[in-house]
């Protein structure tokens, strides 16, 4: 399971689905990816590997807003 830095435990609330072309046994070698939030403080883990045997927490790195207005 899981465990966010804070100590607290990281539940699944929402998962990839399986892409249309993906059928049967395909599925079980597809890794889909999951985002998890901690019960604890709230924070957020965005595609996170749910079907990886190795069921370690990925690295999310801090990315920067875009500023996107054209001034
Ligand atoms: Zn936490």
Known sequence: MFKCECGGLLLPI????FPSNIKGDEQLHYERVCDVACQDCGKVYYS???DSDKKQLRVVKETKQLNLKND
């Open 48 to 50: 996170q590997p749910y």
């Open 14 to 17: 929402a998962m990839e689905e």
